[in-house]
């Protein structure tokens, strides 16, 4: 198994994108650590990591964007387990509003929890254990939102561009210590910014939306969480500052244009041919 007896934290995974990548960590052998807000949620996503008959599960609550609490968080990772190997930083938070209308207080927290945390996660466990150790992969989750604008989620897109340049600083201060840190870009996925409630609200909206993804459809969340693997393995062990784009070509064709279908009467998948 590729990461047979390594820790592993992931940030906001009691659900969507970041408890399926926990889920596949646990299945390829990681001592694997979550974090959230909800309590009931992290017991209850810990309960299902453990039934895939790996090792025992950690979950911790905290809010990524109080200093303090990160670092009780990865004070008690060591205590529990010594070190941190890989950190996929992936609590995020998104509001839609036109800019003018966006609440000052909406702006800082979103702005806080999806950049100040992924510093101060990262920060902490490189500061712990990487930098002593001379080795470590971090991951941070942003989002193509982060590359091309998302309308009226100002605070999102500014907070996502931002994590992109912290990966890249951390890549260049943190490279001499050999600690790998590169960013994931997720699209269009289902059970992070879309669910079925979604597509039933608005389906000719989520139409839309899958015409400009050259490959036709939303991605899955495993989509996502294969990528994270990837970035943190052995078979990754050169990259280093990569910004991956995990998003079915939609930022290749940014121009808002729907892609081509060569066959126009064979629809593109829809929701239920998914699973969010």
Known sequence: MRFSDQVVVVTGAAGGLGFA?????????????????????????VAEIEAL????????????????????????????????????????????????KMPREVWRKIMAVNLDGTFYWSQ?????????????????????????????????????????????????DWGQYNIRVNALCPGMTWGSELSRADVEKNPNHFVEREARIPLGHAGQPDDQANAVLFLASAEA????????????????????????????????????????
């Open 21 to 45: 990548t926990a889920k596949a960590f646990a299945r390829e052998g990681a001592h694997v650590v979550i974090t959230d807000l909800n309590a009931d949620a992290v017991s209850a996503a």
């Open 53 to 100: 008959g790996g090792n025992a599960a950690l979950g911790l609550i905290g809010d990524v964007s109080d200093p303090d609490q990160v670092d009780a968080n990865v004070d008690a990772v060591m205590q529990a387990f010594g070190r941190i190997d890989v950190l996929v930083n992936n609590a995020g938070i998104m509001h839609r509003v036109l800019a003018e």
């Open 124 to 172: 902490a466990v490189a500061v712990r254990s990487m930098i002593p150790r001379r080795s470590g992969s971090i991951i941070n989750i942003a989002s193509i939102g982060g590359i091309v604008a998302f309308p009226t989620a100002a605070p999102y897109t500014a907070s996502k561009a931002g994590v992109i340049g912290l990966t890249k600083v951390l890549a260049v």
């Open 237 to 276: 062990s050169y990259v280093h500052g990569l910004i991956m784009n995990v998003d079915g070509g939609q930022v290749a064709l940014s121009s808002g244009h729907s892609a081509p279908r060569e066959h126009a009467e064979t629809p593109t998948p829809r929701a239920e041919a998914l699973t969010p």
